[in-house]
């Protein structure tokens, strides 16, 4: 399909599978969420799919329907929900664990998070050393493992009636990976599974059973998984659509509000240090060492694409970037972030910008969950396939074509992914030049 026609959208009715591989904090976090923005007892805070306005036109038209009501997306109603996990807690045992959701709230929801039991996890204890659990699928080899979650996507697709799924993943953070050479096409990929190839992590594994079953993929964790030529491959063969990586929740999202407007004004930065502390399952997978490295990369990725140093020395070739993150078991799922800025301005004199963020990790990305179930599937009717660079507002290290760079500054990725939802019903592009109101 070119760019330049507008894709023909096939309707959005049925039930949408919403398929989780990892059925923890975020994951049951979101669903509950969900339940009580369709009971009516919670607006639906955070999605942009819900709740923001679109801008149609001129000014002057006062055009601004809310997205959801603009492009066909699928109705809060329309959604069922499943999983894997390695415990095999239901959702509602594993929220009361996770400890993020009042009492009342998880009892109001009580019934649905009952409902929904894991599946038996694809793992692999190398990948995520600092947990396991019994409820983990044997196969003689990798393919037998992907052939198997190949069957729990058809066998919940026909026991809930679905029309469709989606997948996005919401496990835990992988090891550090690069790509090698069982990534490099589908055909060696696919020769890996039967061989058992060590470089194919679990959530690759997830990918290729989704991208084989005809789902798209969206990767909320910084692990590599569809960021290879073979899965790549494998999405453009079957006209899927695939988006990542790491959603872009807490202090990353802070880094990606305050780094552009430091540029914009032409500030200069010396250094930006970045501390957390968390106590959920997330922060006991990153104490371990080769797995905060993973997260590390992505948490430091967005910083060199914003200031672009190469083009602005005086101002950027050598600030000191650090992140840090401590595993803090009181803190639980409430994650603090303190950042210290280090800027200078006007002749070189220094200042200090300080930002403590006391958050909620799995309360920032539920809302994420939601808007990339419904995005991904709409991309998915509109017949775009591969890369969804559009949807890189939701990520810390989003995905791009090989000849480019990733973009992150989150205005930008925020007009981007306003004029593709414009491109996609044939309205016009808004460049904001707006001199016509003046002539």
């Known amino acids: 399909m070119s760019v330049r026609e507008t894709p023909q959208i096939d309707s959005a009715a049925g039930k949408l599978g919403v398929l989780l591989p990892g059925l923890g904090a975020v994951s049951t976090t979101f669903i509950a969420g969900v339940e009580m923005i369709r009971k009516g007892l919670t607006p639906p805070i955070g999605s942009l799919s819900q709740m923001s306005r679109i801008r149609l036109g001129k000014r002057t038209e006062n055009r601004n329907p809310l997205i959801r009501e603009f492009v066909p997306l699928a109705g809060l109603d329309q959604l069922v929900f499943g999983g894997w996990d390695i415990y095999e807690d239901n959702c509602y045992e594993a929220a009361l664990k996770a400890g993020?959701?009042?009492?009342?709230?998880?009892?109001?929801?009580?019934?649905?998070?009952?409902?929904?039991?894991?599946?038996?996890?694809?793992?692999?204890?190398?990948?995520?050393?600092?947990?396991?659990?019994?409820?983990?699928?044997?196969?003689?080899?990798?393919?037998?493992?992907?052939?198997?979650?190949?069957?729990?996507?058809?066998?919940?697709?026909a026991a809930n009636g679905c029309d469709r799924c989606v997948m996005v993943w919401c496990g835990s953070t992988e090891i550090f990976q690069k790509a090698g050479d069982v990534h490099s096409s589908l055909e060696k990929f696919e020769a890996g599974l039967e061989a058992s190839d060590p470089d194919i992590a679990p959530s690759q594994i997830y990918a290729y059973a989704a991208l084989k079953s005809g789902v798209p993929f969206a990767n909320g964790a910084p692990n590599l998984t569809v960021d290879t030529p073979a899965l790549q491959e494998l999405a453009k063969l079957n006209k899927l659509p695939i988006a990542g990586k790491d959603y872009k929740s807490g202090q990353t999202f802070m880094?990606?509000?305050?780094?552009?407007?430091?540029?914009?004004?032409?500030?200069?930065?010396?250094?930006?240090?970045?501390?957390?502390?968390?106590?959920?399952?997330?922060?006991?997978?990153?104490?371990?060492?080769?797995?905060?490295?993973?997260?590390?990369?992505?948490?430091?990725?967005?910083?060199?694409?914003?200031?672009?140093?190469?083009?602005?020395?005086?101002?950027?070739?050598?600030?000191?970037?650090?992140?840090?993150?401590?595993?803090?078991?009181?803190?639980?799922?409430?994650?603090?972030?303190?950042?210290?800025?280090?800027?200078?301005?006007?002749?070189?004199?220094?200042?200090?910008?300080?930002?403590?963020?006391?958050?909620?990790?799995?309360?920032?990305?539920?809302?994420?969950?939601l808007d990339l179930a419904l995005f991904m599937d709409l991309a998915n009717r509109a017949g775009m396939s591969g890369i969804q660079e559009w949807l890189s507002f939701y990520f810390k290290s989003p995905m791009a074509a090989k000849e480019i760079y990733p973009e992150h500054d989150i205005f930008i990725q925020l007009m981007k992914m306003k004029n593709t939802l414009r491109w996609m019903k044939g309205e016009e592009m808004i460049t904001h030049l707006g001199l016509e109101y003046y002539d």
């Not at 204890?125 to 052939?147: D, T």
């Open 255 to 369: 880094k990606t509000l305050l780094a552009p407007g430091l540029k914009a004004r032409m500030l200069g930065l010396s250094g930006w240090f970045s501390g957390n502390i968390l106590g959920n399952r997330d922060g006991e997978v990153l104490d371990e060492p080769a797995n905060f490295k993973t997260k590390e990369d992505s948490k430091l990725s967005a910083l060199d694409v914003i200031f672009q140093p190469k083009f602005y020395p005086e101002l950027y070739k050598d600030y000191f970037h650090k992140v840090r993150i401590e595993y803090y078991p009181p803190r639980g799922d409430n994650k603090e972030g303190w950042d210290n800025i280090d800027i200078f301005g006007w002749m070189g004199y220094p200042m200090q910008i300080k930002v403590n963020f006391l958050c909620r990790d799995s309360i920032l990305a539920a809302p994420l969950v």
């Open 100 to 157: 993020v959701l009042s009492p009342e709230h998880r009892e109001t929801v009580r019934p649905l998070l009952e409902s929904i039991a894991p599946m038996k996890a694809v793992f692999e204890q190398r990948y995520v050393q600092r947990i396991n659990g019994p409820n983990v699928k044997q196969g003689k080899n990798k393919r037998e493992l992907a052939e198997a979650l190949i069957q729990d996507i058809a066998d919940f697709k």
